[in-house]
């Protein structure tokens, strides 16, 4: 949680020098994407559908506001307009809710930086150069935690 509210904050607070992070980079080992970020008052939100190919997630809109993410097989239940996110008996707290726009869901930056890496064990967050990298196995995505860590 910390890693995505320094996320938040780094999107929040323009720097001195240099452009604002506007996008985040999704990649693996065959390809590289941004994926546009949008300002709210309560932190920056993507669109969730943006994450793909790279990312293996489907967006599926239930009823009313409710959404569901499956990322690898796992779901991750949302409510528009509510900060909180379901993945099995577990809740998380979310920096911003879920909103849908134009049809689309948008989520909060902290929910792809912190969460998705939690439950897609295939998922590493690097803050130093705002990306989410994708690995082909699980033991590769601990490895290079592991060596990032070190």
């Known amino acids: 949680m910390i890693l995505a509210l320094l996320a938040a904050a780094q999107l929040a607070a ?13 990649s ?7 994926v546009a970020l949008v300002a709210t008052p309560d932190g920056p939100i993507l669109r969730a559908d943006r994450l793909k190919p790279v ?6 809109h239930l009823m009313g506001d409710r959404w569901m993410l499956i990322v690898n097989g796992t779901g991750i239940e949302l409510q528009q307009e509510v900060r909180l996110a379901k993945v099995g008996d577990q809740h998380f707290q979310l920096a911003a809710a879920p909103q849908v726009r134009d049809g689309a869901l948008y989520v909060p930056l902290q929910l792809v930086v912190e969460i998705i890496p939690r439950v897609a064990n295939n998922l590493v967050w690097d803050p130093e150069r705002f990306e989410l990298r994708a690995f082909s ?14």
Do not use: F, M
Request: without cysteine; positive net charge.
């Open 14 to 26: 323009a720097p001195a020098v240099g452009p604002r992070q506007d996008s985040l980079t999704v």
């Open 28 to 34: 693996d080992a065959s390809r590289s994407k941004s």
């Open 55 to 60: 990312v293996p997630i489907t967006v599926s």
């Open 137 to 150: 196995s699980v033991t590769r995505a601990r490895d290079a935690l592991a060596t990032r860590q070190a």
